[in-house]
């Protein structure tokens, strides 16, 4: 399993139009194959970025998402906010789960 963790640096002023963002999403990446999970983090101390964490049953999985129709329908559908909304340039990390205790459950 991996972990995909998309940093998104957003200004306070548009944290809930961003938030927003991912509530009314299409939902698209929920039936891709390989996907688990999606979840996404506020930051709590100001200056630190939003985290979009998803969970794939590979890294082969996470890039076919990648490649696929549904991720550039997706993505264009999300496009909402103007630049100025972001205080600097994204960053992906994927990393490899190597422990897994106990099970998160949102509200």
Do not use: C
Not at 29 to 57: C, H, K, S, Y
């Amino acid at each position: 399993m991996i972990t995909v963790a998309n940093r998104i640096f957003v200004h306070p002023e548009y944290h809930s139009q961003f938030e927003a963002r991912f509530q009314d999403r299409a939902g698209l990446v929920d039936g891709m194959q390989g996907f688990i999970a999606n979840q996404v983090l506020r930051p709590t101390a100001e200056g630190d970025p939003f985290i979009v964490l998803t969970f794939w049953r590979s890294r082969e999985d996470f890039e076919a998402w990648t490649r696929s129709d549904a991720f550039r329908q997706g993505h264009a559908r999300s496009g909402s906010l103007p630049k100025e909304a972001f205080s600097g340039p994204n960053r992906l990390e994927v990393h490899e789960v190597v422990q897994v205790t106990g099970e998160v459950k949102g509200e």
